[in-house]
């Protein structure tokens, strides 16, 4: 059974709960459950958070053995991670980096991600419905 592993950066786990105008009131447990919906039964998935960077250069090194495609919002750290980009340039399947607001109609730092030359397609601005479409495109390119 293919696995993709599902990645989210800092604050999160926040989702939900402040700033609803920005990031929708879904929480992250409720994008897991969209996500698992979105790929039923035949997708194994690995669904994680953390705050931290080396925790997620961790979870995409571990990801080389045994995920067959990334989904990754980094969130903050899209703007500032050159260890992610490495982790992810060592890494060989497809990678899809998602954001949930429109990173490029916001604050001029967020305009720049370091994981976006290394994404194989980069979706902003669907809010959690971006997972959703970055697993659909990821069950077609894994067949
Ligand atoms: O739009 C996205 O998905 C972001 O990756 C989210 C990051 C932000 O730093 C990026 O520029 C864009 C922030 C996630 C923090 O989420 C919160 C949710 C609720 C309350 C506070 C933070």
Redesign the pocket.
């Known amino acids: 059974m293919p696995k993709i592993l599902i990645l989210n ?4 786990n ?7 105008e ?2 929708g009131a879904q929480t992250l447990d409720d994008v897991a459950d969209l996500c698992r919906a979105t790929v039923g039964e035949g997708v194994d998935l690995q669904f994680e958070q953390s705050n931290h960077e080396g925790t997620l250069v961790d979870l995409i090194q571990a990801g080389r053995n045994d995920a067959d495609a990334i989904v990754i ?4 750290y ?2 500032t991670s050159v260890a992610i980009l490495d982790a992810l340039n060592a890494y060989d399947g497809p990678v899809i980096e ?6 490029h109609k ?1 604050e001029a730092f ?1 305009h720049h991600s370091y994981v976006s030359a290394r994404a194989d397609a980069v979706i ?1 601005g669907l809010g959690t419905e ?1 997972y959703a479409a970055a697993l659909r495109r990821l069950m077609q390119l894994l067949g």
């Open positions: 950066g800092p604050n999160l926040l989702l939900g709960q402040r700033q609803p920005i990031y919002n980094p969130g903050a899209s703007h998602v954001h949930i607001s429109n990173i916001r967020r902003a971006g």
